[in-house]
């Protein structure tokens, strides 16, 4: 294997077109079939680019017992825990970007208890402690 080449930050910002017919039909295929193997009673998937929603669609149902169908612009979905796994993920990315520090003092100026980077990573998806 070469050596890895560096790609160009605007290369990584630039906009890969998407078909919203395909991504359709893939969804479709995806969703039906997950949501039968896994029980899963509805779901709704948005996909958005820049500040465009290229795909929305509701699958399977809010209420199994009332029959209400999930509905992509209408129907609310509490986030709960994987909200954990999108912040934590926003900041590696940010540590990457070196826009972030996992040492910085995360409220430094706030008059409440100073709390570092790092230890927010590990309350929320048990990054390994420091080490030295």
């Not at 890969?16 to 949501?35: H, K, N, R, W």
């Not at 465009?52 to 809010?62: D, L, N, P």
């Amino acid at each position: 294997m070469g050596a890895e080449q560096e790609v160009p930050a605007e290369r990584l910002r630039s906009e890969v077109p998407i078909d919203p017919a395909e991504l359709g039909d893939f969804a479709d295929t995806f969703f039906t079939s997950q949501m039968d193997a896994l029980h899963i009673p509805g779901a709704v998937f948005v996909f958005v680019q820049g500040d465009e929603v290229i795909y929305a669609r509701g699958y399977g149902y809010a209420s199994l017992e009332q029959q209400i169908p999930m509905e992509a612009a209408n129907t609310v979905v509490r986030i709960g825990s994987i909200s954990k796994s999108l912040v934590a993920t926003a900041v590696m990315q940010l540590v990457e970007q070196g826009r972030l520090d996992l040492q910085c003092d995360f409220c430094s100026r706030q008059p409440i208890e100073v709390l570092q980077c790092r230890r927010l990573a590990k309350i929320a998806f048990d990054f390994p402690p420091e080490q030295g």
